[in-house]
T-cell receptor, first 116, second 111 residues
Framework: GAVVSQHPSRVICKSGTSVKIECRSL??????MFWYRQFPKQSLMLMAT?????????EQGVEKDKFLINHASLTLSTLTVTSAHPEDSSFYIC????????????FGQGTRLTVV | SQKIEQNSEALNIQEGKTATLTCNYT??????LQWYRQDPGRGPVFLLL?????KEKRKERLKVTFDTTLKQSLFHITASQPADSATYLC??????????FGPGTRLSVLP
């Protein structure tokens, strides 16, 4: 199946700094990618939809100035957590679908962010 | 608003038995429904998709049913093995809709 690669898998940063997470579709082009956040023992929560060549669409309650999304090419989307705080510590996952109808999502490996 | 429920947060069964997980949804009519498996610290992995006009779908030891009247999908794992232990997520969807997942059921298969 299609492969989505996410990097880094783990990152520890100091409070107040920014962290960038990359999501790449390795063998297909994705005009749309999705970013999720998952807290321990909870389900995936959609944060935003990343659209190639245009602004991301954020879900209600997600601060767009804090979680910057850039989808500069058909195979790469980045999520930057700006001015990170300990409460931003979480598991961040991206996904993309190669099909026209979004019939199957392929997920990255996830990034465990710890803000100290 | 759309709501997705999965039968229980955690389910323990004995190895060799059939595990049955439930996904119920309200306030919308999905055209299809997907099931994913998620292991700790990893992203979800797609397992099966069933469309609204399909009653049942099978893949090896997995079986999924989709009852649009009851607004429910059942996910069965037959002859369960400890390696099947994971969290299973359902996603009832319409075409072009952003993915929305249920809260998941954490399955533990005991040897």
């Amino acid at each position: 199946g299609a492969v989505v690669s996410q990097h880094p898998s783990r990152v520890i940063c100091k409070s107040g700094t920014s962290v960038k997470i990359e999501c790449r579709s390795l063998d297909f082009q994705a005009t749309t990618m999705f970013w999720y956040r998952q807290f321990p023992k909870q389900s995936l929560m959609l944060m935003a939809t990343s659209n190639e060549g245009s602004k991301a669409t954020y879900e209600q309650g997600v601060e767009k100035d804090k979680f910057l999304i850039n989808h500069a090419s058909l195979t790469l989307s980045t999520l930057t957590v700006t001015s990170a705080h300990p409460e931003d510590s979480s598991f961040y996952i991206c996904s993309a679908s190669p099909g026209f109808m979004n019939t199957e999502a392929f997920f990255g490996q996830g990034t465990r962010l710890t803000v100290v | 608003s759309q709501k997705i429920e999965q039968n229980s947060e955690a389910l323990n069964i004995q190895e060799g038995k059939t595990a049955t997980l439930t996904c119920n949804y309200t306030n919308y009519s999905p055209a299809y429904l997907q099931w994913y498996r998620q292991d700790p610290g990893r992203g979800p992995v797609f397992l099966l998709l069933i469309r609204e006009n399909e009653k049942e779908k099978r893949k090896e030891r997995l079986k999924v049913t989709f009852d649009t009247t009851l607004k429910q999908s059942l996910f069965h794992i037959t002859a369960s093995q400890p390696a099947d232990s994971a969290t299973y997520l359902c996603a009832p969807l319409n075409y072009g809709q952003n993915f929305v997942f249920g809260p998941g059921t954490r399955l533990s298969v005991l040897p």
